[in-house]
């Protein structure tokens, strides 16, 4: 029987279709909600051991680049499933990826496995309206990052001042999201004592999405020390998630 830790597993409200799968075909005995936020992880352990009398629990509190070494190792003869999904890994740029991927690696005994989810490089409108849609969600959801500073930094960012953009980067294969200013201004983030002078039009970058090809995610995997074994996606291509395991040493040593 399997474990299987998600990392940013929020509430595990996609996880149950996993869950639901692994325990009917009796190949699941623990789960681990690995997650930076201490109150969603008692909650989603709470709510999942109500749900899953049966199945063991181990929440962990922690960051996906500092904590990861904080997941107890594997039960001898348990293999192990890591998973990653929801598209989270287009957020790091490619040599931050290739880090996180390989710190995910040192997880993994020969038996286990990564089950990981991409967004793929499809049509750049279908893309851009994602990342701009007309009800204004993103643009929300990106002009938080301003709150927050407010917040916890002790800024002055008047927030909204600053307006969203968004596209594709064609030669990254990213969605860039960025705030511009739109007149000039100065701002102070107390906590830091630091200023910051915008001009007019003048861009920060808040967040990168990357979207993949095989030939990008398997480049990654085999930089990791990883390697592609099975990929799936929807019928329209959109969205994929691959299993891979780590890659023989031999192997490894031939790729660096």
């Known amino acids: 029987m399997a474990e299987l830790v998600e990392l940013g597993a929020g509430t595990a409200s ?32 709470a709510a999942l051991a109500t749900e899953y009398p049966a199945l063991e629990i181990h929440g962990i509190v922690g960051d996906f680049e500092r904590h990861l070494p904080a997941i107890p190792p594997p039960e001898p003869g348990r293999p ?27 997880l993994l005994s020969p ?5 990981l989810g991409t967004d793929l490089v499809k049509d750049v409108d279908v893309l851009e309206a994602a990342y701009d849609d007309a009800q204004r969600i993103t643009a929300e959801f990106n002009r938080n990052v301003l709150h927050v500073l407010n917040r916890e930094l ?30 000039a201004c100065r701002i102070r983030i107390r906590a830091v004592d630091l200023e910051v002078e915008f001009a007019r039009g003048e861009e920060m970058r808040t967040e990168i999405s990357a979207k993949f090809t095989p ?11 990883l390697e592609l074994a099975e990929w799936f996606t929807d019928e329209n291509g959109l969205f994929a998630l691959s299993l891979a395991y780590p890659r023989p040493a031999t192997m490894r040593r031939a790729v660096r």
Request: with cysteine; aromatic share 10%; net charge neutral.
């Open 154 to 183: 002790d800024a002055d960012f008047p927030c909204e001042l600053f307006e969203h953009v968004a596209f594709f980067d064609t030669e990254h294969e990213w969605i860039e999201m960025r705030l511009r200013a739109r007149r």
């Open 111 to 115: 038996s286990d496995c990564l089950l």
């Open 14 to 45: 996609k996880t149950r279709v996993l869950l639901d799968a692994m325990l009917r075909a009796g190949s699941l005995w623990r789960y681990v909600p690995f997650d930076v936020a201490e109150q969603t992880v008692r909650d989603c352990a």
């Open 215 to 225: 030939a990008r995610l398997e480049a990654d995997y085999a930089a990791a020390g």
């Open 80 to 106: 192990r499933v890591v998973a990653l999904l929801g598209g989270t890994v287009g957020n790091f740029t490619p040599g931050s990826r290739r880090r996180f991927l390989r710190s995910i690696a040192a």
